[in-house]
């Protein structure tokens, strides 16, 4: 998995949108959170991994933001994630999802960002 987050406007407020990708480019699943925390990672990863059709990822990929890495490393110690999880922290590995990003901004800046949580 290549996993990484980005904001986005709600209510003029920023909010942020932790999201998923496989080798493919193919999206896993998405959260949108308030923060941009441990919390919300550990949200993000507990929502992805009970998707049917998700399965424990070998690999995940991040950024280099460290609550990102504390998430992971708890859920491993806490048996959600396997322990054959690895972690890799190399921010040009990310490169596809990053890309993906701008697809997603292209699409909201014309909006001004959303009205709600609910219709993010």
Not at 43 to 48: E, L, S, T, V, Y
Not at 73 to 81: A, F, Q, S, V
Request: proline letters at 2%; charged letters at 30%.
């Amino acid at each position: 998995w290549r996993m990484d987050e980005t904001y986005l406007k709600i209510k003029g407020k920023n909010a942020y949108l932790y999201r998923a990708v496989d080798s493919a480019g193919n999206t896993i699943d998405f959260f949108v959170s308030e923060h941009r925390d441990k919390d919300a990672a550990k949200k993000f990863f507990k929502k992805a991994l009970k998707a049917i059709h998700n399965h424990q990822p070998r690999v995940i990929t991040t950024d280099k933001y460290a609550a990102t890495e504390v998430a992971i490393c708890e859920m491993i110690y806490g048996g959600i994630l396997s322990v054959k999880a690895t972690i890799r922290q190399v921010k040009y590995l990310n490169n596809i999802i990053e890309q993906d990003h701008r697809f997603i901004k292209r699409k909201v800046k014309p909006m001004l960002g959303f009205a709600s949580f609910e219709t993010a």
